[in-house]
């Protein structure tokens, strides 16, 4: 198994607030998940989709799952991308986050060489706020998130209370990424303006 080589894109959740699929959001006249998709490659050598439209990515030679934990909101899409994976860890991001920083996913797959043992996610922390995509976890998380499923609770904060996690705060992150673009998404039609 590999340690952290498999890369997820969360294309699964309603889009309630953009008006339409986040799917289907492109920039420069390509579909945004097609260009995460070819920077993920130069780093992974496997990206899995969570998606409800698998159709629409049949020729991007990916593997593609559906959520089994069915409106389960992220965590139902962590838990099928974790079963799925063929690696311990696995990078997960939403498709709708345009700023994919290569350095930051290498020093975080560092942390996991070093750690990895120890922890299972590695997460950003702002304050008290965490990102819970741009992020690390682990396989060892599938049967935490079950047990969160059976209590219906669907926060990733709170299942994130009861394993080991290293914490990235924000002044290493910033180093990074000193405007926090990293973190970026695109969750309305004003948003994608701005962006093109």
Not at 44 to 53: G, K, L, Q, W
Not at 54 to 60: A, G, M, N
Request: charged content about 20%; overall charge negative.
């Amino acid at each position: 198994m590999m340690p952290s080589g498999t890369a997820v894109i969360m294309a699964g959740g309603k889009s309630s607030r953009m008006g339409f699929d986040k799917q289907s959001i492109k920039l420069q006249g390509k579909l945004l998940i097609e260009q995460q998709i070819q920077v993920l490659q130069s780093i992974f050598n496997e990206i899995i989709i969570v998606t409800n439209r698998p159709e629409l990515y049949q020729s991007f030679h990916c593997i593609m799952v559906t959520d089994e934990l069915k409106d389960f909101g992220p965590l139902g899409g962590i838990h099928i991308g974790l079963k799925a994976s063929s690696s311990q860890f696995s990078y997960f991001l939403a498709c709708d986050m345009p700023n994919i920083n290569r350095e930051y996913i290498l020093h975080m797959q560092k942390i996991i060489h070093d750690h990895g043992k120890d922890q299972q996610a590695v997460i950003t922390r702002f304050g008290n706020w965490l990102e819970p995509f741009h992020a690390f976890y682990s396989k060892s998380l599938i049967p935490v998130i079950e047990q969160a499923y059976q209590e219906r609770n669907n926060k990733v904060g709170s299942m994130l209370e009861k394993v080991k996690v290293h914490y990235i705060e924000e002044e290493e992150a910033r180093c990074f990424s000193p405007d926090w673009s990293m973190f970026a998404n695109i969750n309305t039609q004003d948003d994608l303006i701005k962006l093109k």
